[in-house]
């Protein structure tokens, strides 16, 4: 199955589209002179193909990515957040206090 499936299809612009968990996320088969802009495939076990029919087809700037972010990867992100968030609260406070002094 793909998320985008061109068949015998010619001279078409595909972008800004989004295919999840598909086999292929774009999929072009006897399609000639497409063009397939900015698309974003996530998780699917091929990003794009096309077979040996088609020709000319340009495929730029489009995002591919294979693997969904494990729970490891959000609680590093979780972490990561808190930590930034305490940097600027610390910095904010330690203005407020300078300001608090100069102003007396």
């Known amino acids: 199955m793909a998320g985008i499936y061109l068949y015998n299809s010619d001279r ?3 972008s800004g589209n989004i ?3 598909n086999y ?3 999929n072009l088969t006897k399609s000639n002179f497409n063009e ?3 698309n974003t495939l996530f998780d699917n076990s091929i990003c794009y193909s096309e ?3 088609s020709r000319e087809n340009t495929f730029k700037n ?3 990515v294979k693997d969904k972010p494990s729970d490891d990867d959000w609680v590093i ?3 990561i957040g808190i930590v930034v968030t305490s940097i600027v609260l610390i910095g904010l406070s330690v203005l407020f206090w ?3 002094r100069k102003v007396k």
Request: net charge negative.
């Open 19 to 21: 295919a999840n968990n």
């Open 98 to 100: 300078q300001f608090k």
């Open 51 to 53: 077979d040996e029919f």
């Open 77 to 79: 992100s979780g972490v």
């Open 24 to 26: 292929y996320g774009i």
């Open 62 to 64: 489009n995002l591919c």
């Open 12 to 14: 078409n612009s595909v």
């Open 36 to 38: 397939i802009t900015g």
